[in-house]
Nanobody, 124 residues
């Protein structure tokens, strides 16, 4: 079992940056693919970005390409989501997820492990 713990959410003004973290205590990600999803109120869960832990292949949804960046701290086993130029439509619960394979995918059903989510609120 892989436990994922997100942090870093909160209230931010539109236009500023926010960085989310996803940690897996006691776990190394090795062959995993990590990703971020978000879910706005009343909306379906939306894929944002995915990255293989080792090879560093990365994939972004068009909605966040150029504004959001996924990165990893291999020493700390933490995955980050840097969010720049926040917009009101970026508000929602952000989830970190992982699966033990190198294949990049935007389908939530492909990811076996999920964090509890962290709330991001954007004020205009």
């Amino acid at each position: 079992q892989v436990q994922l713990i997100e942090s870093g959410g909160g209230l931010a003004q539109a236009g500023v940056s926010l960085r989310l973290s996803c940690a897996a205590p006691g776990r190394t990600f090795g062959t995993y693919t990590m990703c971020w999803f978000r879910q706005a109120p009343g909306m379906e869960r939306e894929f944002l970005t995915a990255s293989t832990w080792g090879a560093g292949c990365t994939y972004y949804a068009d909605s966040v390409k150029g504004r959001f960046t996924i990165s990893k701290d291999h020493a700390k086993n933490i995955v980050y989501l840097q969010m720049n130029s926040l917009k009101s439509e970026d508000a929602g619960v952000y989830y970190c997820a992982a699966k033990n394979s190198f294949r990049l995918t935007a389908e939530g059903r492909d990811y076996r492990y999920w964090g509890q989510g962290t709330q991001v609120t954007v004020s205009s």
